[in-house]
């Protein structure tokens, strides 16, 4: 089976043919920047992107991921320079105990890759299934605004 | 000030961002097996016999643990040094489970999926008793008892002038039965720890805030000493008081010991919420004496607290609301009366806030149905009754610092615009009103127990400057407060600081980091141990300078002659020189410090809410929370407290609750789905104002805010809610049912 995570392709043993891409990311290849938060798709801690969508990768088998366009917390940051959104979140203190905020950043990303300009109510309709206990997602919304700001203004 | 007062993210966001901060659960040690746990499906029974046989025989399971074959000692979770009077009533594995949800059995395999197949195949007779959910059922005389000696786990009374006579002497007396529920405080991280015994030394990874305390625990448990027991904290994915009292440690540390390899123990979001800890319930009786211009002569709490099925923190948390009782309005006469009671439900522990939502709630709702009744403004009747700087706490017979709730509220007023009009929708559908609660927490546990903790600080040969510290980083920022204090004494950046905290083998003992005593308690240490290690580089510089310490200062990370400033050196040359030239050693100090104060730290929320008169639906529109600071060290970081404080809040006084099946003792809505915590869109505009006047003993002025955010939210949405529809819930939260039946009940 193979997998393309993070633009690299990574071979998988089919004995994990029945396990989640939350289990082969966190347990196989180590990337545990992905967070099993509640194993049921309610809380967003596991979000990644298939193919560009936010999804939670703690229900996502692995045969339905066969060949799409995997991408996690650990693709963003390129030749030791963060994104724009991971720059925000840590600018605009989005982070506390950032247990959500790599499924948070994957959501974002989404949305920006899809809406560069979201109002608040894009923001939080697209944070719906994203859980956070630490900042009342008050400055995870004003960090998603200035990620937009700034890769406007890596574009200009 | 450079430093302090600045706006700094939180010393890991960048590992957080990332996803290279690692979690316990994130921990791959050589070897390490998997553990899985077995809970009780029933509320209450003897376990007769556990057959673990057919589960032995799966290839891959290393060792099951159960009440038949683990230590019986008895202790209390929530015990937090040597000595600590808390009374021990639970077991790893008890003989008899009392909730469900209780401890049964784990499995420890080489794979987490083996560990949950076995775990199905072990079989346990259980002889079933009768159980009990509701407290005032569990008291009744033919109560089942839950432990030796029945369901009454222990009270204290205390009363301060004479309660009786005030009630007589009231023009009026109001009296009300109020209701909080049980809450999860749902941190991100499910419950999860990891051990390692390597046949002399215990290592234990877990995501605790009180580190300190197990490995004393532990080393009773298991009769290790104390100094071959390592507690390690790993990033922690939030607290709030979930991780203060032990649960998974001692489990994970059994069976490590056993097998001696490395073994992870990972619970599911629904056992967390289950089988960890919670915030107590609550029922008060509360009466408010009166004068007829409403101020307040007396003031009777009657409140009985659901301990759940075993004692750990109960009588502590009891404490905490009969401290707090006394804390915010300055009635002459005051009486509180908190019976902790055992029911076979889930276990209350510690959650932010620690007692004080429990016991402020009803009285800042009873307050507003007062005010409504006299004809009064609910802000000026409080600010007629609030304390002010100078009093004092009358039970614990310290100062209340310096108390600006008054300036909270007024301030607060200015933000909401105030008003006490009710705004109802063309079609009456919707009715919108404002409610305002205030609210006080504490600044650590001196008057409690002892509050100590030591710094050690250390200039290394480049100049850099490590800080040890038992304190723990939990996501609300302490490292970065620590660094922006030491920054601030020193005179250098940030960044030439590093913080090692929260490892028992190598950092100096901390009492814990609960009680919101991180940074007026080691804020102010790492403060004063600033101070001597500056007294220490400048004697050193003075050698090397020739000159005296009265004619040194620092300056952006060098020591400077204040007469002659070109003859400077920098921390480098003094650690080298003292180190190889003076051989005075190592810069190193340990600075050792215990409070004596514990200051309240106040606020005043406002909720504008709008009621859907059809549905019966709340939805905050906005929130406004003015916060008693003293100083804000950090005030980035001082905002993502209030604002996570309000999301708690809010959760509080509309949505969250454990809810039971009354036929099995089973709690429903154990689901991230299910238990219902604030979306983003579910969030009011927030808006925040600081009052800064400098507490002092505080370190720059500071004072808590990890606790305090929460405690006045559902109060205060509550109180928007019952202006809005005109009558009284006194139950939280106040979901939809809650309020029609208020609407119905006042319409008969």
Same mark, same amino acid.
């Given at each position: 089976m193979k997998l393309i995570i993070n633009e690299k392709e990574y071979e998988i043993s089919e004995k994990y043919e029945k396990k989640t891409l939350l289990f082969i990311l966190r347990e196989v290849l180590g990337l545990t920047g992905t967070k099993k938060g509640c194993g049921t798709s309610d809380c967003g801690a596991c979000k990644v992107l298939l193919d560009g969508k936010p999804v939670?990768?703690?229900?996502?088998?692995i045969k339905n991921v066969i060949g799409k366009k995997i991408e996690t917390?650990?693709?963003?940051?390129?030749n030791g320079i963060l994104h724009p959104i991971q720059e925000a979140f840590i600018e605009a203190g989005a982070v506390q105990c950032g247990f959500c905020t790599p499924g948070m950043i994957m959501t974002a990303k989404a949305l920006l890759d899809n809406n560069l300009e979201p109002t608040d109510d894009d923001i939080k309709v697209a944070l719906d299934n994203n859980l956070c206990r630490c900042t009342g997602y008050v400055k995870i919304v004003e960090a998603i605004h200035m990620a937009s700001s700034k890769i406007q203004a890596k574009e200009e | 000030m450079k430093q302090v007062g600045g706006r700094y993210p939180i010393h890991d966001a960048y590992e957080k961002v990332t996803g290279k901060a690692i979690y316990t659960t994130d921990l791959k040690l050589p070897g390490m097996l998997y553990a899985q746990m077995l809970f009780s499906p029933v509320a209450h029974a003897y376990i007769k016999s556990v057959d673990t046989s057919e589960a032995e025989a799966i290839e891959g399971v290393h060792y099951i643990a159960h009440t038949f074959n683990t230590t019986e000692k008895i202790f209390n979770s929530a015990l937090r040094f040597v000595g600590h009077k808390m009374k021990p009533d639970e077991q790893i594995f008890p003989r008899k489970v009392r909730y469900v949800g209780d401890r049964v059995a784990a499995v420890v395999a080489d794979t987490e999926e083996i560990a949950l197949k076995a775990i199905k195949l072990i079989k346990v007779v259980y002889e079933e008793l009768p159980f009990v959910i509701d407290v005032e059922e569990a008291l009744k005389d033919d109560a089942e008892p839950i432990h030796e000696g029945g369901n009454l786990l222990n009270k204290i009374d205390v009363e301060v002038g004479d309660i009786k006579k005030a009630i007589e002497e009231a023009d009026y007396v109001f009296e009300g039965r109020y209701t909080t529920p049980i809450v999860h405080?749902?941190?991100?991280?499910p419950h999860s720890c990891a051990a390692n015994y390597d046949g002399k030394r215990l290592t234990v990874y877990t995501s605790s805030q009180n580190i300190f305390a197990y490995r004393v625990i532990l080393s009773q448990l298991f009769e290790m000493p104390i100094n071959r027991i390592r507690m390690i904290r790993p990033?922690? +994915? +939030?607290g709030f008081g979930g991780e203060y009292e032990m649960v998974l440690e001692s489990i994970t540390a059994l069976l490590t010991l056993k097998v001696r390899k490395p073994v992870l123990l990972e619970l599911s979001r629904k056992d967390s919420i289950v089988s960890c800890r919670t915030r107590h319930a609550a029922i008060v009786y509360l009466k408010v004496a009166v004068k007829k211009d409403g101020t307040i002569i007396g003031l009777d709490y009657k409140e009985l607290v659901n301990a759940g099925a075993y004692a750990s923190s109960t009588m502590n948390v009891i404490g905490g609301s009969s401290s707090k009782a006394m804390m915010m309005y300055r009635s002459p006469n005051i009486h509180y009366e908190g019976i902790g009671v055992y029911t076979n439900t889930p276990v209350g522990g510690a959650m932010r806030g620690y007692g004080s939502p429990q016991i402020q709630t009803p009285l800042e709702l009873e307050l507003d149905n007062i005010a409504r009744q006299l004809n009064m403004d609910p802000i000026e009747l409080r600010l007629r009754n609030h304390v002010i700087p100078g009093d004092i706490n009358p039970l614990k017979k310290f100062s209340l610092g310096n108390c600006k709730v008054k300036e909270c509220l007024e301030k607060g007023r200015e933000l909401i615009n105030w008003t006490e009009e009710v705004r109802v929708s063309e079609d009456g559908k919707f009715r919108t009103a404002i409610g305002c609660a205030s609210g006080v927490h504490g600044n650590g546990v001196f008057g409690v127990t002892i509050d100590t903790t030591n710094i050690t600080l250390k200039v290394t040969e480049d100049g850099s400057i490590i800080l040890l510290t038992g304190t723990q980083d939990i996501g609300q920022g302490n490292v970065v407060m620590m660094r922006q204090i030491i920054a601030e004494v020193l005179q250098i950046?940030?960044?030439?600081i590093e913080v090692i905290d929260a490892d028992t083998a190598t950092t100096p003992f901390d009492m814990g980091t609960f009680s919101s005593r991180g940074t007026y308690v080691s804020g102010e240490a790492a403060r004063l141990a600033g101070i001597e290690l500056r007294d220490a580089i400048l004697k050193e510089a003075a050698i090397l300078l020739e000159t005296n310490v009265s004619e040194l200062d620092i300056d952006d990370g060098m020591i400077f002659n204040i007469y002659n400033p070109i003859n400077k050196v920098s921390f480098a040359d003094v650690a080298i020189h003292s180190q190889q030239i003076s051989q005075n050693g190592e810069i190193i100090i340990n600075k050792q410090y215990y409070s004596h104060q514990n200051p309240g730290s106040y606020c005043a929320g406002f909720a504008e809410v709008e009621v859907n008169m059809e549905t019966y639906e709340t939805k905050v529109k906005r929130y406004v929370a003015v916060h008693d600071i003293g100083k804000a060290i950090n005030p980035l970081l001082v905002e993502g407290q209030i604002e996570g404080g309000i999301q708690m809040g809010l959760g509080y006084g509309l949505t969250e609750e454990y809810i039971f099946d009354d036929k099995t003792g089973v709690v429903t809505n154990a689901h991230a789905k299910k238990y219902k915590i604030f979306k983003a869109k579910d969030m009011p505009g927030i808006t925040i104002g600081l009052i800064e006047e400098i507490e002092p003993y505080g370190p720059f002025g500071a004072k808590s805010i990890g606790e305090i955010s929460t405690v006045a939210v559902g109060a205060a949405v509550v109180n928007g809610i019952n202006r809005a529809i005109g009558t009284m819930v006194h139950d939280l939260p106040a979901t939809p049912d809650r309020i029609r039946k208020a609407i119905e009940l006042t319409k008969k």
């Open positions: 939670n990768s703690c229900v996502t088998t917390i650990e693709g963003l940051e390129k | 405080q749902f941190a991100m991280e990033t922690v +994915g +939030g950046e940030q960044d030439s």
